[in-house]
């Protein structure tokens, strides 16, 4: 018996350590894993997001061009170096098209969007729905957006009128719920004059983290014998969005209708038939790329309104109120701002248009900066498609390894912007840039995982902005805190604790 329970402690001392000396091998810096945790224990427990401790190690490491990590026993690769963050993300982007957030598709039908598929799923994706974020598309958009930006005027107003103090990130939060609406559903979501709409209730759904699927996660990221065996999405999501999605067909006739939103162009891409493109995967003998077809279904199609509706509200809610969260402790910037707002739309009869924004280049550049210090995505995730040399270091990695590019850490560091935690947005005047390091500025992403709606979210978080500011002037409340508190449990987008409390005050007409 004794003999037994030695071989099965060796046995279980194996299997929790397998892979542990992934990073000694390669000589590459690394904090001792844990056996069966590897670093991974804090984010396991909702304790630190993978942010904040992708973070500390590339602080803890300044001479290092990367550093080793283990999520359980998975090594995985947080990069440093702006160079080889580079060639990752573009130079040799057929090494790393794997963005390794999904699961099975086939069991959770929801991840078979465009932000989590790999492969040629995501290429015949990517290259069908492009044609929804060109620059005509966003201008027949922006009357949507603009009727959505104008109801902030009505709920500041009656927000001013019980004293001024509410939670921006959840003010903005309902106004993208609306603006995601419009355009990409063709519905009145109502959710800025009603915090309990059913889509914003849907939309904290989605980010809600509760405790059984922490535990799911948990499982999942530790015993990958186990993932066959677990579904970790809520099914009542996906039923909802569902619902939704095949009652707009319904309503549209299965054809489009000619509001040009995102329903739309899926409807569209239905009627097509199979999608058909070239395998980003799989190649003939001579080394050409064998031809691949998806099919535009009911169940591909509520995955890409899923991940339009989740990415776009979130992401938007969060880089909107954290300006604001700014600009209320800078007001000489928030006054130039204003000023410079006043200024365009007096061209425009004092409405917003798609062309007032786009000349609001202090207002863009306040947005940039603003997402330097606090981007919504926090790291950038990539794993080796197959076998890798790091051309800078020497350093061979297999194919699964893992690839953490932490956005924040970079864009918080002294050496590519000085003084990294003043809001200095002259950062992003032209001439900054083109002299600033490449590669250390990843928000939105780069190469050709870049983030599909950048332009969209962009104009529409701007009007946002525009729209507030025209109107009133946000400033510190009694709940306020100067430095935001992080949602530890939230790993992909990044989440407040208790929101972000400022005043609004009607600004003063000018004589």
Known sequence: MFYLIVLFVIAIYYYATRNHDYWTKRNVKHVPPIPLFGNHFRNLLGLKSIVEISSEL?????????????????????????????DILNVDFVHFYKRGLGRDPEREPLLKNLFHVDGDHWKLLRQRLTPAFTTAKLKKMFPLIIQCAEKLHHVGEDIVSRGGDCDVREL???FTTDFIGACGFGIEMNSINDENSLFRQLGKKIFDRPINILMLFFLWELFPELRNF?????????????????????QRNYKPSGRNDFIDLLLELESKGKIVGESVERKNPDGTPLPVEMEMDLKCMVAQVFVFFAAGFETSASSTSHTLHQLAYNPD?????????????????????????????????????????????????????????????GVTIDPDVRIIIPIQAIQMDPQYFDNPKEFRPERFKMDEVNERK?????????????????????????????????????????????????????????????????????????I
Do not use: W
């Not at 990069?79 to 963050?85: G, H, L, M, S």
């Not at 979210?457 to 400033?475: C, D, I, P, R």
């Open 333 to 393: 910037i928030q006054q130039k701002l204003q000023d410079e707002i006043d200024e365009v739309l007096s061209k425009y009869d004092n409405k917003l248009c798609y062309d007032a924004i786009a000349e609001m280049s202090l207002l863009d550049m306040a947005f940039k900066e603003s997402m330097r210090m606090f981007p919504s995505l926090g790291v950038l995730n990539r794993v080796c498609a197959k076998r890798y040399t790091i051309p800078q270091l």
């Open 230 to 250: 677990l579904i970790v999405s809520d099914p009542k999501i996906e039923s909802m969005i569902t619902e939704i999605v095949a009652s707009i067909r319904k």
């Open 172 to 174: 903005m939060a309902r």
């Open 58 to 86: 590339y602080n803890k490491y300044p001479d290092e061009k990367v550093v080793g990590y283990y999520r359980g026993i998975t090594p995985e690769l947080i990069i440093r170096d702006p160079d080889i963050i580079r």
């Open 438 to 510: 490449k590669y250390v500025y990843l928000p939105f992403g780069e190469g050709p995982r870049a983030c599909i709606g950048l332009r969209l979210g962009q104009m529409q978080s701007l009007a946002g902005l525009a729209a507030l500011l025209q109107k009133f002037t946000v400033e510190p409340c009694a709940a306020t805190q100067r430095e935001i508190k992080v949602d530890h449990k939230q790993n992909v987008v990044q989440g407040v604790v208790g929101g972000m409390p400022l005043k609004l005050r009607l600004r003063k007409p000018k």
